[in-house]
């Protein structure tokens, strides 16, 4: 009775996070929807290409009336929802294909970049902060602080240039664009040759934000009293850091690298048009570029569900790792990401300071 | 015995400028493993301003607002015989592929860069308090639609919003340009908004301003502003900086100013250009300038944060 009584809240709990995500996917297809009908441009033209040029008005009329062009906007929208759920977004202007289509060929470069560019932001930034947090104080705290101040001002278009410059025009060791030489897209080495200066600034771009959160909750935790307690029980630095501070410092970093998705994913796309590198970044750009409305706003829908996805899987983990967490301390969380965002320089400097003058 | 000795975090030490205070892991002779123990240190209210971004920010302004004076050349002028000269004694930064004048140049594009980062800045905030201020005030389900909306808002990579947005308006000039980056950037002052705006729309002064028909906009520029202004001020700061890298990001990838208009960024967007001919002044030399812009406005922003924190403990 009570497992049953247990199993229908969890599946009440689910539902409404189900109920929540399609909500928002709904209302960000609306916004996305009408915000394409509203540029300029001939939405004719994205679907018969050139060819609309050379018809005379009739047909043109005739052309409106199939597709549905002087319907009312939201019977246009119903129209398009009801495409949508066929798997018909339309046809790329630019590449005379079905919009999926042309994503799908793409979508595994991007993948590839955002996926690993993640997963190395994510490792790396623990390392770093966990690093930072146990020379609290000392010269090697100091530099990664101060070297991560110095990178999080610089744009990552201009560090990919200056990398670009250094790398393959000056030395020419590296790659400078694309994703493989030509006729070298089996080839896994020659691949990861040209992945190394976009991950780079990728990593790079990102990395010292996260690093720089997990070394002031680490600090902050290292000043908990279970570690005092831990400490007189002869506890080792390490078991202390790994086993105590580590764990209870992870929870918040797991929901804040779901919510940063969105900078990660913004920061590959322009790192991939500075590389050329042929993934969905640069289709984004070109299609802006090109006015292929059909595909932006494929786009634009695509990588917001990842984010709206992204942003309830931190709520779950975040409510599920702590019950105390209610739906509205998870704005408060965002909020908190957003202030994260520029003060963390500040409070570790802070801190910083602090330390130091103790040294001395 | 022990008070005068060791302060304790947490611990108010009334001898905060005592000359002779000891941590106790050093006079053990036990380094601190974390340090529980802080070591106390002289106040220090002058150490830490920013004096050399303060200096810094200031030339650059300065260089900009007073262009003409500095300037040796029409920065729009296309020198043909003098294109893609290194740094040399006429042309002191070089010049670019189209032959102008690298140093004219920066300083006159630095005015551009910098007043599209105060402009979207001040509609970014602009919309994000009225937003936020109205979304705290509103009744509960008004609210949660209006944060539902703005996170919506953020769940689009905010760079696909600008190329869409800026794909609707059409060519860009400056103020579309800030337009477009302050209608993309306020989500996160909003909340910060609606946040306080929430704490504080119970407290009675708010309430007696509305009983006496205070509108709207009058209670939340003469009673909600002053008490939220300090707690949003390091984040408009960051949004002045925000929007100078977003205009130059945009600008360099073509979907910004264009060539004709003169920004730090729209001059970075030759450097495709650059990288064949190995000109290594004219990514170099505008990206500098743009970083340590950057760089100051963070100094800043972070030495306004602290004192504005600090006088909020004092209280």
Redesign the interface.
């Known amino acids: 009775m009570k497992i049953q009584s247990r199993i229908r809240s969890r599946c009440h709990y689910y539902g409404r996070k189900v109920l929540l995500f399609l909500?928002?996917v709904f209302?960000?297809s609306i916004?996305?929807f009408y915000?394409?009908r509203?540029?300029?441009g001939d939405p004719l033209v994205s679907y018969y290409g050139d060819r609309v040029e050379k018809m005379s008005s009739e047909e043109r009329g005739r052309a409106e009336e199939r597709l549905g062009l002087s319907a009312p906007i939201f019977v246009q929208y119903v129209r398009w929802l009801d495409n949508a759920f066929h798997g018909d977004f339309g046809i790329s202007y630019k590449y005379k294909m079905d919009v999926v289509e042309v994503i799908r060929g793409r979508l595994g470069n991007t993948l590839i970049l955002g996926g690993i560019g993640f997963f190395l932001i994510f490792v790396f930034s623990l390392l770093l902060g966990v690093l930072c947090a146990w020379h609290?104080?000392r010269w090697i705290d100091r530099v990664i602080c101060r070297v991560g101040?110095?990178m999080?001002?610089?744009?990552?278009?201009?560090l990919s240039?200056?990398l670009?410059?250094l790398f393959?025009?000056?030395l020419r060791v590296l790659p400078?664009s694309g994703a493989y030489s030509i006729g070298g897209d089996k080839d896994l080495v020659d691949r990861a040759w040209h992945l190394v200066l976009p991950m780079t600034v990728v990593v790079a771009g990102h990395l010292w934000y996260y690093a720089y959160m997990v070394r002031n909750k680490m600090v902050e935790e290292?000043?908990r009293d279970y570690?005092?307690l831990a400490?007189a029980k002869g506890l080792s630095?390490r078991a202390?850091i790994f086993r105590h501070c580590l764990r209870n410092v992870l929870p918040s970093f797991l929901s804040i690298m779901a919510i940063s998705v969105?900078h990660v994913?913004?920061g590959t796309?322009?790192v991939e048009?500075v590389f050329s590198y042929p993934g969905i970044g640069t289709l984004?750009?070109e299609s802006?570029?090109y006015?292929d409305y059909n595909l932006?706003m494929l786009?634009?829908l695509l990588?917001?569900i990842l984010?709206?996805l992204c942003?309830i899987v931190a709520q779950v983990v975040n409510e599920r790792i702590d019950p105390r967490m209610k739906a509205e301390v998870v704005?408060?969380t965002?909020?908190d990401a957003?202030?994260v965002?520029?003060?963390s320089?500040?409070a570790g400097?802070?801190e910083d300071?602090?330390?130091g003058?103790?040294e001395v | 015995m022990m008070e005068d000795k060791f302060q304790i975090?947490g611990i108010q030490n009334p001898n905060e400028d005592a000359p002779n205070q000891v941590?106790i892991g050093r006079q053990e002779g036990v380094r601190p493993?974390?340090?529980?123990v802080?070591?106390i240190?002289k106040p220090?209210r002058h150490r830490?301003k920013p004096i050399l971004a303060i200096v810094l920010l200031l030339t650059i302004v300065t260089g900009c607002l007073a262009c003409e004076m500095i300037m040796t050349k029409d920065p729009a002028y296309m020198d043909l015989k003098n294109y893609n000269l290194p740094p040399n004694g006429e042309f002191l930064f070089g010049t670019d592929s189209m032959g102008r004048d690298v140093f004219s140049m920066i300083w006159y594009g630095g005015r551009v860069s910098l007043f599209i980062g105060v402009l979207s800045t001040l509609a970014s905030t602009a919309i994000a308090v009225v937003f936020g201020a109205a979304s705290g005030i509103a009744p509960g389900w008004l609210d949660e639609l209006l944060?539902?909306?703005t996170?919506?808002?953020?769940?689009?990579?905010?760079?696909?919003?600008v190329?869409?947005?800026?794909?609707?308006l059409?060519e860009a000039n400056v103020f579309s340009i800030s337009l477009v980056i302050g209608v993309t950037s306020w989500t996160?002052i909003a909340?910060?908004v609606r946040?306080e705006v929430r704490g504080l729309r119970e407290s009675e002064y708010v309430i007696a301003s509305k009983c006496m028909g205070g509108g709207f906009f009058h209670i939340l520029w003469h009673h909600l502003a002053p008490n939220f202004v300090s707690s949003i001020m390091?984040?408009v700061v960051?949004n002045v900086?925000g929007a100078i890298?977003a205009e130059?990001?945009l600008s360099?990838?073509?979907?910004g100013l264009p060539l004709h208009v003169i920004s730090w960024g729209s001059m970075?967007s030759l450097?495709e250009k650059a990288?064949l001919t190995?000109s290594?002044w004219m990514?170099?030399i505008p990206?500098i300038f743009?970083?340590v812009t950057?760089?100051s406005i963070?100094?800043l922003?972070?030495?306004l944060?602290?004192s504005i924190n600090a006088k909020q403990s004092n209280l």
């Not at chain 1, 999080?152 to 201009?158: G, L, M, N, Y």
């Not at chain 2, 190329?163 to 609707?168: D, G, H, N, P």
Request: glycine share 8%.
């Open positions: 909500f928002s209302l960000l916004v996305v915000v394409s509203l540029a300029p609290e104080g101040t110095i999080s001002c610089i744009p990552e278009f201009w240039l200056v670009i410059l393959a025009v000056e400078s290292a000043r570690v005092l400490k630095k202390m969105p994913l913004g796309y322009i048009t984004s750009y802006a570029r006015k932006l786009l634009c990588s917001g984010v709206i942003n704005w408060e965002s909020r957003a202030r965002n520029g003060g320089e500040s400097e802070n300071a602090e330390e003058g103790g | 975090v941590d493993i974390f340090p529980r802080v070591p240190q220090r830490d944060m539902r909306l996170e919506i808002l953020l769940s689009v990579p905010s760079l696909l919003l190329v869409l947005i800026q794909a609707i059409g996160s909340k910060v946040t390091f984040m960051m900086r890298v130059s990001t360099f990838m073509g979907i970075l450097s990288l190995n290594w990514i170099l990206g743009l970083v950057l760089l963070t100094s922003g972070n030495f944060q602290k």
